[in-house]
């Protein structure tokens, strides 16, 4: 019987590993093995939930707790950090510090972690953020927010402030200048972070609390809008295993309503109305993307009358907040400046750009980092099994940024 087992697993795995994938992408040998991994583990998924046994959530959270565990096999922790749990008034947070105290006050950073506001935690980023104190040889603060669908818009967000807020005000208890505190993010954790920066600068409750002003805001791939999934990037991109868009519009509607009611009409943009479509390309117009980035795989739209008044008028307060898609802020002059990851292969690259562009707009300044031959994910394959060498690049590109500018 094993033999029969060992027989089915090597030929799904052989059958997946030759999954198709575009020319450019950096290193695909070593994403097709993640993606036959993937694809079999799902099938264990599918039969686990259907079984009853556990729901899909549960079990895509372990499956982000395994993934991330064994990326961390040859990342021990660092010798020079040592990290404890907290509580930041009522959020979990995970603190690292240095082993060896400085005589004078050292830089922060608030960490938010990825995962489409649904999976992730501080555990599973946990070599990550441990890699980046150590090597910056800085306070960072992992903040381990409530998840959706449990805990949808804004509750996530509202994690994030509190703990930032509250290390801004006791800084200095933990040596940290607070006039040297950044706030980072990936993926969702990157819409976290924007978010969580433009409130700060913006809201008058925050404004009137006389907080030290973030240093920068460093947003990895984020994802920033959704009134359009089916930008250039979402297009080019929506099929690629890594992040496709079907996921990508999934974890949205996670954290919108804590259902997946709407995804149907989310994909074609049928959540919207044809006025918000015409207003939204003053934002983000598809003229936007450099027009060497839309010759793979783009169909520009031609018909913007259409959209489903009764979807949109039940989430629009939420689609056009810039607490939930920080793209929708109408004015960002006074911001952080900031710190901008994109990658080539990624349904998110294009939400990015279009915020490159709105803050170079309003004169904040705008450090754009684009990976030709990259993908959503390559910031935490900087070591490690799977680890490429644009994943180091990413790496090392934002450890420069932050030593020049922390």
Not at 365 to 380: A, D, L, Q, R
Request: net charge neutral; proline share 6%.
């Amino acid at each position: 019987m094993k033999l029969y087992w060992c027989l089915a697993f090597g030929v799904l795995f052989a059958y997946y590993t030759y999954c198709p994938m575009p020319d450019g992408l950096a290193e695909p040998m070593k994403l097709r093995i993640v993606f036959a991994s993937r694809q079999i583990i799902k099938l264990v998924g599918i039969g686990a939930v259907l079984s009853g046994y556990t729901d899909r959530i549960s079990f895509s959270r372990s499956v982000i707790e395994f993934e991330q565990g064994l990326l961390s096999l040859s990342c021990s922790d660092e010798p020079n950090i040592t990290f404890q749990d907290e509580i930041f008034d009522g959020v979990r947070v995970r603190v690292y510090q240095p082993v060896e105290k400085s005589d004078k006050p050292i830089a922060g950073m608030v960490y938010v972690h990825g995962g489409g506001w649904v999976v992730g935690s501080v555990d599973s980023y946990h070599y990550q953020t441990n890699y980046i104190a150590a090597r910056l040889g800085i306070v960072l603060v992992s903040v381990d927010y409530r998840l959706a669908p449990e805990h949808p818009f804004p509750v996530p967000l509202q994690d994030v402030v509190k703990a930032t807020i509250w290390f801004l005000q006791n800084a200095k208890d933990y040596n940290v200048d607070p006039e040297r505190i950044a706030v980072v993010g990936d993926s969702a954790g990157g819409n976290l972070a924007a978010a969580t920066a433009s409130l700060l600068t913006f809201q008058e409750k925050y404004k009137q609390m006389n907080l030290p002003k973030l240093k920068f805001q460093g947003l990895i791939y984020p994802c920033l809008q959704s009134l359009d999934f089916l930008t250039p990037s979402y297009q080019q991109n929506k099929n690629l295993f890594i992040l496709n868009q079907h996921l990508m519009v999934e974890f949205w509607s996670w954290y919108l309503t804590g259902h997946l009611k709407y995804v149907a009409a989310m994909k074609v943009n049928n959540h919207t109305s044809p006025q918000v479509k015409d207003n939204e390309r003053k934002i983000m117009g598809h003229d936007q993307i450099p027009t060497e980035l839309k010759k793979r795989d783009y169909i520009p739209p031609t018909d913007f009358n259409f959209g489903n008044i009764g979807i949109f008028t039940s989430i629009q307060n939420h689609l056009l907040n810039p607490s939930f898609a920080p793209l929708m802020r109408s004015i960002v002059t006074g911001l952080p400046s900031a710190y901008i990851v994109t990658a080539e292969f990624d349904v998110l690259r294009d939400d990015g750009i279009f915020y490159v562009k709105k803050l170079e707009d309003a004169n904040v300044p705008v450090t754009w980092k684009h990976y030709e031959h990259g993908y959503h994910g390559i910031f935490s394959v900087f070591k490690g099994p799977i680890a490429s060498e644009v994943g180091r690049q990413s790496m090392d590109d934002f450890l420069r940024f932050c030593r020049e500018n922390l």
